[in-house]
């Protein structure tokens, strides 16, 4: 019963930014409710890989985008937020966010949302 919806994906042009944001139903983005919270992305004929995420040891972000894009959480609004700026080509992917409950134990997914970053 637990549900993500991704939302925000769409087209942008190199170097502009998007925010994606992911809403949650039957669990809250912190730590007492989810041992993981983060962004994955997945690129057309490429494996899945972690963009950004958020455990016990702290945050964490892929070496491709450090510093440019940053995770955040709206604990008003439940939702977990990615900000990324200074978008590149190489950044087109679908996005997905993704739970591991503390309740069940096991990871949840969300939907996807696509991002395309051409001029």
């Known amino acids: 019963q637990v549900r993500l919806v991704e939302s925000g994906g769409g087209l942008a042009q190199p170097g502009g930014s998007l925010r994606l944001s992911c809403g949650a139903s039957g669990v809250i983005f912190g730590m007492n409710d989810v041992n993981f919270m983060g962004w994955y992305r997945q690129a057309s004929g490429k494996q899945r890989e972690m963009v950004a995420g958020i455990s016990i040891g702290g945050t964490e972000y892929a070496s491709s985008v450090k510093g440019r894009f940053y995770l955040s959480r709206n604990m008003g609004e439940n939702t977990m937020n990615l900000q990324m700026n200074s978008l590149k080509p190489e950044d087109t992917a679908v996005y997905y966010c993704?739970?591991?409950?503390?309740?069940?134990?096991?990871?949840?997914w969300g939907q996807g949302t696509q991002v395309t970053v051409s001029s």
């Open positions: 993704k739970v591991v409950s503390r309740v069940s134990g096991s990871a949840v």
